[in-house]
């Protein structure tokens, strides 16, 4: 069963003399528990198509349903309830803040999120063992090594229990063992029922996922199966 169906989905900037077409008519389906990474050169709309799907950016034409949400149908107060039910997001600068230590990092979208202060903690601290890094939480940023990093901000992204993690360049920083071991961790939460979307520029980084979807100029240009292991999963719809 489908989790996300993007439909003839097109986005036009107002360009300083003419219109810039970023995307041209982008129909992609992502099953429930799928890896799917995208690939693609700089400046081919991989920002613009992951920024569409992380309801941050409104499209110029064309759908995008998550768990049969029609995402730009919500006004922009129902769109931020779906983000933080829905989503969760991985980037490449990992955003952390310097002055909070890893548990309080993570607990940022639980406060966000209105969760009692009372279970915020022991949210955080289990999401921060999922990650490997459970005697760590009283860590400030400056004291992990990159990859104790990036998990810790793998641990906020799914605290939450999102279905659905948007990662942008998430081993873009790392060395290529740290990278590895990131990877790994996000088959783990593949098979622990989440479904990933990966835009990633390291060919080896993308041979990880289940699917390789090329984009070029604006358009998808290819896609096939690396290493399939899809299942399911259900999820209710935000209130």
């Given at each position: 069963?489908?989790?996300?169906?993007?439909?003839?989905?097109?986005?036009?900037?107002?360009?300083a003399?003419?219109?810039?077409?970023?995307?041209?008519?982008?129909?992609?389906?992502?099953?429930?528990r799928e890896?799917?990474?995208?690939?693609?050169?700089?400046?081919?709309?991989?920002?613009?198509?992951?920024?569409?799907?992380?309801?941050?950016?409104?499209?110029?034409?064309?759908?995008?349903?998550?768990?049969?949400?029609?995402?730009y149908?919500?006004?922009?107060?129902?769109?931020?309830?779906?983000?933080?039910?829905?989503?969760?997001?991985?980037?490449?600068?990992?955003y952390?803040?310097?002055?909070?230590?890893?548990?309080?990092?993570?607990?940022?979208?639980?406060?966000?999120?209105?969760?009692?202060?009372?279970?915020?903690?022991?949210?955080?601290?289990?999401?921060?063992?999922?990650?490997?890094?459970?005697?760590?939480?009283?860590?400030?940023?400056r004291?992990?090594?990159?990859?104790?990093?990036?998990?810790?901000?793998?641990a906020?992204?799914?605290?939450?229990?999102p279905?659905?993690?948007?990662?942008?360049e998430?081993?873009?920083?790392?060395?290529?063992q740290?990278?590895?071991?990131?990877?790994?961790?996000?088959?783990?939460?593949?098979?622990?029922?989440?479904?990933i979307?990966?835009?990633?520029?390291?060919?080896?980084?993308?041979?990880?996922?289940?699917?390789?979807?090329?984009?070029?100029?604006g358009?998808?240009?290819?896609a096939?199966?690396?290493?399939?292991?899809?299942?399911?999963?259900?999820?209710?719809?935000?209130?």
């Open positions: 069963m489908a989790l996300v169906e993007i439909i003839e989905l097109r986005k036009t900037y107002n360009g003399s003419t219109p810039v077409e970023a995307l041209r008519g982008i129909d992609l389906s992502i099953e429930e890896f799917v990474a995208l690939m693609g050169a700089s400046g081919c709309g991989k920002s613009t198509l992951l920024s569409i799907l992380g309801a941050l950016n409104v499209p110029s034409f064309g759908r995008v349903l998550v768990d049969t949400i029609d995402v149908t919500l006004d922009v107060e129902r769109r931020a309830d779906f983000r933080r039910e829905y989503l969760g997001f991985v980037f490449q600068q990992l952390l803040v310097p002055f909070l230590t890893a548990a309080e990092n993570v607990m940022l979208p639980l406060a966000a999120a209105g969760v009692p202060n009372t279970r915020q903690r022991d949210m955080a601290m289990t999401a921060l063992e999922r990650m490997g890094l459970g005697g760590k939480g009283a860590r400030l940023p004291d992990l090594s990159g990859g104790e990093q990036q998990r810790v901000a793998i906020r992204a799914v605290v939450n229990e279905p659905l993690i948007l990662a942008d998430p081993t873009g920083c790392l060395d290529s740290t990278g590895r071991g990131i990877m790994d961790l996000f088959l783990r939460l593949r098979d622990d029922g989440l479904t979307f990966m835009v990633t520029h390291d060919r080896g980084i993308a041979g990880y996922a289940d699917r390789l979807v090329a984009m070029r100029d358009t998808l240009a290819a096939g199966s690396t290493c399939a292991n899809v299942g399911s999963s259900t999820r209710h719809r935000p209130p």
